[in-house]
Antibody
């Protein structure tokens, strides 16, 4: 069974940084493209970032480009999101999500909450 | 970016009803559309991909259709566990974008 477990969320002041992690199990992690998707409280879904299975190709939403960095360690079955220069509008539940094909997502973690507030 | 617009934003229905949710893309996305179901406090769940392909384990009462710019999700006979929020998402090109969601409520 596919499991994606996120960690690293918390309360951070505007301008601060956080690093989110996702540990995958139950499938061959190195064969799948991965994503981060977020959901602000009471709002809809917003895709954040995508990384290919090898890590060679990466995409970001305009709202986070230049501030967030996605990476993966296939040896450790892990996905990360380094978030810098955080803003109040980055407050959301962040999901680690596995791609079925391209950016169609077939498995989601339970999310880790990031709150940006002074 | 491609804009995805769902209608209605909310709908009330009864168990056993047939319900259709529509999703319109601001440009041609061929068949690159997915539908997700999300219940309160839970992660989204993939229902349909490539506009009409039923994801593994999803009941056959769910179906999807459409191509180009206009798509539909149909639930043929509502069950109590189907009351949730539904999102469409285009997977044609980056950035992938979601519709605003359709909340399906019990009448």
């Amino acid at each position: 069974e596919v499991h994606l477990v996120e960690s690293g969320g918390g309360l951070v002041q505007p301008g601060g940084s956080l690093r989110l992690s996702c540990v995958a199990s139950g499938f061959t992690f190195s064969s799948h493209e991965m994503n981060w998707v977020r959901q602000a409280p009471g709002k809809g879904l917003e895709w954040v970032s995508f990384i290919t299975s090898s890590g060679n190709t990466i995409y970001y939403a305009d709202s986070v480009r230049g501030r967030f960095i996605i990476s993966r360690d296939n040896a450790k079955n892990s996905l990360s999101l380094q978030m810098n220069s955080l803003r109040a509008e980055d407050t959301a539940l962040y999901y680690c999500a596995r791609s079925l094909t391209s950016v169609t997502i077939d498995h989601w973690g339970q999310g880790t909450l990031v709150t940006v507030s002074s | 970016d491609i804009q995805m617009t769902q209608s209605p934003s909310s709908v009330s229905a009864s168990v056993g009803d047939r319900v259709t949710i529509t999703c319109r893309a601001s440009e041609d996305i061929a068949g690159w559309l997915a539908w997700y179901q999300q219940k309160p406090g839970r992660a989204p769940r993939l229902l349909i991909y490539a506009a009409s392909s039923l994801h593994s384990g999803v009941p056959s009462r769910f179906s999807g259709s459409g191509s180009g710019t206009d798509f539909t999700l149909t639930i043929s006979s509502l069950q109590p566990e189907d009351f949730a929020t539904y999102y469409c998402q285009q997977a044609n090109r980056f950035p992938p974008t979601f519709g605003q969601g359709t909340r399906l409520e019990i009448k």
